[in-house]
Each structure stands twice: as C-alpha cells, then as structure tokens.
C-alpha cells in the first residue's frame, strides 16, 4: 500500500512519528519506517528544556536534526513549555528568584535554533489538572512562579520569536466519556476561551490521543461534540500522541491488535472526520519502543503473560510490531486517512 503520510495528505492532513534519536541515526532499523511512512517526525524527549540544559546536550538535537534533514522529513515541535521538563537550575531559579527572562530566553533560543521548518510548536504541555484550582490550571511551578498569566506570555514569546509558526496548547486524557475526562475537556475549553477572547496567539489544540483500553467509555458522540468546539473557536487540532495503552495482556496477540485497531480506528473516525484536525502523530511508530513499555504492576496482574511467547512486556499500542511488521494498528491508521 501507500506510505500513511500519502494517504493522510490526499486529505490535506499530515502522518508522522515521535522517535528517539537513536531511531532517526542511519544504523537504525526503525529508521526506514520513519522514512517511509512519516512525513513528519517529533523528537520524543530531544527537544524538551531538561534535555538542553546543558551546552552539550545541544549536540543531541543537533544530530537530530541533522538526521531529519537527511531524511527529508520536518519536524513538530514538542514542546517548549512542560512542567515535566524543566532543568534542576531553572526549577531552583523559578521557585526562588522567578524571573520571566529564564522562560523567555529559553523558548526564543530554542525556536530560533531549531524553529526552521517547524510548522507547529506545542507551546504549553499539559496544563489542565482538575481539583486543584476552580479554573482547572495546573499547580505547576509556572503557575506559582508568574500566577495563570503565564499561558499568555509564553504564546506571546514563541509568536514572536516564529511568527509564521502555528501555536498549540497540548493536552491529555480528553478522550473519553469519564468524569475525570468531561472535567478537564470543560476546563480546556474555557482556557482556550479566555485566551483567544484576549487575542493572545493561539492558533490549535494538541489532542495527546493516549487512547486506554482499560478506560470505558469512548462515545464518538461526545468526542465529535468537543472537537466541534474547538473547531469551532477557529483553532486547528493536531492528534499529537496517538497510541493505544492495552487492557488484558492474556489475550493472544491477533486478538490484543484487533481490540488496538477497533479502537484506534472508532477514534481516528471521529478525529478526521472534522475538517479542523490537520494531522494525526502516533507516539513511537514500533512496539520495539514505546513509553507504554509495562511495568512490574501490570504484568503483576496477568501472571500468564509471561507465558504464551509473545513479548507481554511490550504492549502492543503502535502500528508496526517489535519485528517490524505492520500490524492492525497500521491499517487502521491506513483506512482513517
Ligand atoms: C514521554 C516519553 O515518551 C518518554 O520517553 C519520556 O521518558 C517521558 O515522556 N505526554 C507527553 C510526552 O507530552 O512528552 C510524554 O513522552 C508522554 C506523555
């Protein structure tokens, strides 16, 4: 078939991948999937401020970059502002002398070292949490450091540092008809509201798409009716983390990825059938690598995973394999677009 960021682009959409670096170098076998399937790839940690901290760890996203080049591929940019990401000095600056010049310096040296060609930068990450203050923003140390205000000028900052640039506000757990969920898509909602009522430079949202098949419901109906909103505010969406987090790892593997792609494919449904979402990103491309890699408590839980030979410490949530090969996941994606 047809490499997925062709079929994505016959809708005007775009496909790509996060990777490592050590996927993109040229002596790794992942790299001609990336090559093939991707029109665009996203560093999966390079770019993120802890990973820049020090002069040298420039050299890292600088082969990065390098190797994408090489590949002809652009990259997203993931992500200047992530209360997950910040370097030890920075967390001890903002939490005793906050001083804006820090973030400032930090988002403008990154675009302008690493902003040609990117289309779309994640400027905030993950600024919702629920049950902290009324609004729904994170108790980050942004927050305490320059109070909610701290969204604005962070956009303000990258809009200027790359103004033809395309400015996102990245999010999870939006997906599902949950409590938790409705709580957090509300106060999301009401975030992107205020800001673009004060004309601050927001131009999408980054949909993660963690999809969980341990969390019921997905009602496409909800889903369809939130995109509708966003959409609908102006703002682009971008799927920008898309895989799939399994449920009961006993089930043989042919079984395992058809519940991956029924799911991946009832979501990606209702992602593009809205005119707003511009593309579709999957965290990792390979089961061989995926922060999804399971932990001692939930093979804890499926004490005969171990046993039937299919690698039950990988879960299978991406669209090629451990071995390479596509899987369900990977047709699913093919027929969405
Ligand atoms: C994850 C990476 O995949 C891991 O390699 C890293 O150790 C931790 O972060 N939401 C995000 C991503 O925005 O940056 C996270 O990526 C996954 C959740």
């Known amino acids: 078939g047809r490499p997925l960021h062709e079929l994505a682009s016959a809708s005007g959409r775009f496909y790509g991948a996060a990777a490592l670096l050590r996927e993109v170098r040229p002596d790794s076998p992942v790299r001609a999937l990336l090559q093939r399937d991707c029109g665009l790839l996203v560093p999966e940690v390079e770019l993120n401020w802890d990973h820049l901290a020090q002069p040298a760890d420039h050299l890292r996203m600088e082969e990065y ?83 909610p205000d701290y969204i604005r000028r962070a956009l303000e900052e990258a809009a200027a540092a790359a103004p033809a640039a395309k400015l996102l506000i990245n999010e999870f757990s939006l997906d599902y008809d949950i409590p938790v969920e409705r709580e957090r898509r509300r106060h999301l909602l009401r975030l992107l509201e205020r800001l673009l009522k004060a004309g601050v430079p927001l131009h999408g949202l980054g949909v993660q798409g963690h999809l969980d098949l341990q969390k019921r419901p997905f009602s496409a109906r909800v889903f369809e009716a939130f995109l509708a909103e966003v959409a609908g505010m102006g703002l682009d969406i971008v799927i920008t983390e898309l895989d799939v987090r399994e449920a009961d790892l006993i089930q043989p593997p042919q079984v395992r990825d058809r519940l991956v792609a029924e799911h991946a494919k009832a979501y990606l449904d209702v992602a593009l059938d809205q005119p707003a979402t511009k593309g579709v990103i999957t965290w990792g491309i390979t089961d061989r690598h995926s922060w999804l890699e399971l932990g001692e408590a939930d093979l804890a839980r499926f004490p005969g995973a171990w046993q039937d030979g299919t690698s039950p410490g990988l879960n299978r949530g991406l669209p090629f394999d451990s071995d390479l090969r596509a899987k369900p996941m990977y047709y699913a994606l093919a027929a969405a677009f």
């Not at 310096?105 to 930068?121: D, E, K, L, N």
């Open 65 to 147: 970059a390098a190797h994408a080049r090489d590949m002809g591929k652009p990259l997203h940019g993931h992500t200047l502002l992530w209360h997950r990401s910040v370097p030890a000095w920075a967390q001890e600056l903002l939490r005793t002398a906050p001083d804006w010049g820090i973030v400032a310096a930090h988002i403008r040296s990154t675009i302008r070292r690493y902003g040609q060609g990117i289309a779309y930068w994640e400027v905030v990450n993950e600024p919702i949490d629920t049950g902290y203050r009324p609004d729904g923003l994170r108790g980050s140390l942004f927050l305490e450091a320059f109070g």
